[in-house]
Nanobody, 123 residues
């Protein structure tokens, strides 16, 4: 069983930045693919970004390209999401996800989900 704990959410003005963190349990974190989803009120959960086990491959949804950056620190069992130039439409609950297979990206292949952290961007 892998537990994921997100942190770093909060309230920020448009144009500002936040860094989300996701701490994962498990001895083989370095073999997991990791990612982030988000869900805004009244909307479906949306894939945002993923990073493969080595960190050598990332995939971003078009709406966050150039603004968000995913990274991982395998020594700390942690994945980060640096979010810059935030927009009101980025307001959502952000969920950390993990794939023990190491290469998941997109939808339908994630094994574990965190509880989420709220990000609110004011205009």
């Amino acid at each position: 069983q892998v537990q994921l704990v997100e942190s770093g959410g909060g309230l920020v003005q448009a144009g500002g930045s936040l860094r989300l963190s996701c701490a994962a349990s498990g001895r083989t974190f370095s073999s997991y693919a990791m990612g982030w989803f988000r869900q805004a009120p009244g909307k479906e959960r949306e894939f945002v970004v993923s990073i493969n086990w080595s960190g050598g491959s990332t995939y971003y949804v078009d709406s966050v390209k150039g603004r968000f950056t995913i990274s991982r620190d395998n020594a700390r069992n942690t994945v980060y999401l640096q979010m810059n130039s935030l927009k009101p439409e980025d307001t959502a609950t952000y969920y950390c996800v993990a794939d023990i297979g190491g290469s998941c990206s997109g939808y339908g292949c994630w094994d574990y989900w965190g509880q989420g952290t709220q990000v609110t961007v004011s205009s």
